[in-house]
């Protein structure tokens, strides 16, 4: 299958600070690109959807302030959490898709830990 | 409201048995359905998906789901466990967000145990 690439797999940053995260399709242009929060033992919940070149779209109750995405190229998404806080400690995972096939491949996962 | 339902948090079985994941969707469309698998420090991998046609699916791994429209069910099974199927288990059905873009729906997993 498709190649989904996410650095880095875990990040440790000072509350205050910002970290950005990278998504990248290896081996196929991603028209759309999926970014997901997870705690523990929970499941998935989508943050933002962006299509190359557009404004992500933001899902209810996400802050497009704090969770900056970028999609700037078909094999690049970012998303920068802003003047991160304990409480933005989590498991950011994101997916990416081409058009017309609505299956979507997965990285492996950020593990955020802000202190 | 679009939703997924997975009834079992947690499920153990031995080795050699068989194994039955449950899915239950609410969705006012035809629905595209899937299941994924995470592993500890991977990520999700597609065990298999149903966009129209045969309702059983065979997937990876040697898993199969069927698609039950009466049912609103999606079931995963394994006609015998390894203890590497150990992992946790996500259902998930293909909707459209507020900007027309495909996004999944995520029921709450079912972590699987296997016993030697």
């Known amino acids: 299958g498709a190649v989904v690439s996410q650095h880095p797999s875990w990040v440790i940053c000072k509350s205050g600070t910002s970290v950005k995260i990278e998504c990248r399709s290896l081996?196929?242009?991603?028209?759309?690109m999926f970014w997901y929060r997870q705690f523990p033992k929970q499941s998935l919940m989508l943050m933002a959807t962006?299509?190359?070149?557009?404004?992500?779209?933001?899902e209810q109750g996400v802050e497009k302030d704090k969770f900056l995405i970028n999609h700037a190229s078909l094999t690049l998404s970012t998303l920068t959490v802003t003047s991160a806080h304990p409480e933005d400690s989590s498991f950011y995972i994101c997916?990416?898709?081409?058009?017309?096939?609505?299956?979507?491949?997965f990285g492996q996962g950020t593990r955020l830990t802000v202190v | 409201a679009q939703s997924v339902t997975q009834p079992d948090i947690h499920i153990t079985v031995s080795e050699g048995a068989s194994l039955e994941l449950r899915c239950n969707y609410s969705y006012g469309a035809t629905p595209y359905l899937f299941w994924y698998v995470q592993s500890p420090g991977q990520g999700l991998q597609l065990l298999l998906k149903?966009?129209?046609?045969d309702t059983l699916v065979q997937g990876i791994k040697g898993f199969e789901a069927e698609f039950k429209r009466s049912q609103s069910s999606f079931n995963l099974r394994k006609p015998s466990v390894h203890w590497s199927d150990a992992a946790e288990y996500f259902c998930?059905?293909?909707?459209?967000?507020?900007?027309?873009?495909?996004?999944?729906?995520w029921g709450l997993g079912t972590s699987l145990a296997v016993n030697p």
């Open positions: 962006s299509n190359e070149g557009s404004k992500a779209t933001y």
């Open positions: 149903y966009f129209s046609g």
């Open positions: 997916s990416a898709s081409w058009r017309t096939n609505t299956e979507a491949f």
């Open positions: 081996d196929f242009q991603a028209t759309t």
């Open positions: 998930a059905v293909g909707a459209r967000n507020a900007g027309n873009n495909r996004k999944l729906i």
